[in-house]
Every structure is written in structure tokens, then in C-alpha cells.
């Protein structure tokens, strides 16, 4: 009835995992292929096909890039996760951020600018993003959320 023999198919994330413990403060770049747990303090960019796993006690400050990421601390800087991103109630996210899907708990601060795969947005800011002829980059359009423009707008209009 009970058998010896006993099917491990599932990826247990101890078995392959990689983990900077609190306490660890690294400067420089990481390349990974397997999960990833940090802890500790990252300051550099992380370049990883599989998962990462940012703990409470865990900052990263520069540029993360993953298949999916949980988030329960801090991180700064450039975040782009091709798969799920996942913000846990004691994240705190500040910069630029490209993402898949989004989930966010409540509680979370999330002060990015967000733009998900596969929009149209995303498509025009790769064309804006990209060169002219003469070698200068492309000009992008006025856009009636950015904030720059608006600051600008109204300093301009207290000035009258």
C-alpha cells in the first residue's frame, strides 16, 4: 500500500539555492543560474534565469534582472523580472521597474516607474528609446502624465 519509493519532482529551492545571509554586505556584479535568497546587502546587479528571493532583512541597490522575484525588503534601482514579481506587504521599491506580471500585497511601497511586458507603452518607449539618423537619440512625445512637463507647466504659469 505505502510505497519505498517516493516522487521528488517538485524544485525544492534548497537543493540548488544560493543565499547571502544577513550581515553580508557584496559590491559587484552576480551571474546565477539557480534560485537565489539574499538576506543580506547587494550593491552591483544581479543577472539570474530563475528566482530571487528578497528577504526582509535583504536591500539590493542597482539592477536585478530575473524570471520571477518576491520581494520583502528593500531594493533601489533598475528591476526587470520577465515572469511574476511579487511585493510582500514590508517591500519597498524605488526606481525603474519592467515586469511581466505584478502583484502587490497591501502595506508595500511602490515608488517606480512600472511598465509591464507586452504593452503598447512598452513598445513606444523601445521606439523612443532608439536612435535617429543624425546619431542623436529620438526625441520622445509629450506625454500628459509626465511629471517633468508638469512642473515645468506650472512654474512657468506662476511666472505670469
Do not use: W, Y
Request: with cysteine; net charge positive.
Amino acid at each position: 500500500m505505502f510505497s519505498e519509493k517516493k516522487d521528488k519532482k517538485i524544485m525544492e529551492p534548497s537543493a540548488s539555492q544560493n543565499r547571502i545571509n544577513e550581515g553580508t554586505h557584496l559590491k559587484g556584479d552576480i551571474v546565477s543560474s539557480g534560485f537565489f535568497r539574499i538576506d543580506g546587502k547587494v550593491e552591483g546587479s544581479i543577472s539570474n534565469p530563475s528566482k530571487v528571493v528578497l528577504g526582509k532583512t535583504g536591500v539590493i541597490i542597482g539592477k536585478l534582472t530575473c524570471e520571477n522575484a518576491d520581494i520583502e525588503g528593500k531594493f533601489e534601482g533598475n528591476l526587470d523580472v520577465s515572469g511574476t514579481l511579487t511585493l510582500k506587504a514590508s517591500a519597498h521599491i524605488e526606481g525603474e521597474v519592467i515586469v511581466g506580471k505584478l502583484a502587490v500585497e497591501p502595506g508595500a511601497i511602490f515608488n517606480a516607474s512600472c511598465l509591464m511586458k507586452g504593452s503598447e507603452k512598452e513598445k513606444t518607449a523601445q521606439i523612443s528609446a532608439s536612435v535617429s539618423k543624425d546619431g542623436e537619440p529620438a526625441k520622445s512625445q509629450n506625454h500628459p502624465f509626465d511629471r517633468a512637463q508638469r512642473i515645468q507647466k506650472s512654474k512657468s504659469e506662476q511666472q505670469n
